[in-house]
């Protein structure tokens, strides 16, 4: 009876834990923009690139997801104000839903340029194709190298490319990549750090009572309206976020 007694009782401390965890990660995301209207798959809010191209990174975004209903979304922002790229970027694609319902097939490529940081965030039902180790190799190998050249454009549409060659079997990372990158925490290992990361900031947060967060100056949140309205004219050719999910697959790093 005592044995059955203590199960309940760690049943019941575990669900609080997952409840307080979960309520306070809601009552964080209000640094998380929402959904630009009408939505848009390239999202260019620092400015980056030029409109031609953001267009046709655009164009070439919405086609592959007509064609396979795989969403890869790029954002872009001037500063992530203090807060760490892999947390924001799984908020933000979480948030989002990037990709589709049950498929889970969304990918977001977070480029934040003050503090010369990338995230790449992919979707539960990606990960087979897009490893850890494959999202490394496309940040330092295609990114880093045309980013520190202020080529964002080349790096961007580089790593698109290499992302559908990746998802469409084309492109087979070799085994000597994988022994290379073999020091990199797995998925599961970086979900739990990431918890217990997001547990003890946002608690803290939550007790300062400061109220809602509103940036400071040169960053990406302004009072008294969204500043969320990213460069270019809508091409008018996406429907919108289909409701995936992401459980923390992916890669950050610096340039």
Request: aromatic share 10%.
């Amino acid at each position: 009876m005592k044995s059955l007694l203590n199960k309940k009782i760690n049943t019941l401390f575990l669900l609080a834990i997952l409840f307080f965890a979960n309520s306070i990660a809601y009552s964080k995301d209000e640094d998380i923009p929402a959904i630009p209207n009408p939505p848009r798959l390239v999202n260019d809010f620092a400015n980056i690139i030029s409109s031609e191209n953001e267009e046709r990174l655009e164009e070439k975004l919405v086609a592959y997801n007509d064609s396979t209903s795989s969403q890869i979304t790029i954002v872009t922002i001037n500063s992530l104000e203090g807060n760490e790229i892999r947390d924001f970027g799984y908020r933000l694609a979480t948030k989002w839903a990037i990709g589709q319902k049950g498929k889970d097939n969304g990918i977001l490529i977070l480029v934040a340029k003050d503090d010369r940081q990338i995230s790449i965030e992919v979707g539960t039902g990606l990960e087979g194709n897009v490893t850890d180790y494959s999202c490394k190799h496309i940040r330092d190998e295609l990114m880093v190298p045309a980013f520190k050249q202020s080529n964002y454009y080349k790096g961007l549409d580089d790593a698109v490319d290499r992302l559908f060659a990746l998802m469409t079997g084309s492109f087979q990372p070799s085994e000597s990549d994988y022994a290379a990158n073999n020091d990199e925490l797995p998925t599961w290992a970086f979900a739990l750090i990431l918890l217990i990361v997001i547990i003890f900031i946002l608690y803290a947060s939550k007790h300062n009572n400061n109220g809602g967060y509103t940036g400071g100056s040169g960053g990406w949140i302004s009072t008294g309206g969204s500043s969320w309205s990213g460069g270019g004219s809508s091409s008018g050719g996406f429907g919108g976020f289909g409701g995936g999910g992401f459980s923390g697959g992916g890669s950050s790093g610096s340039w």
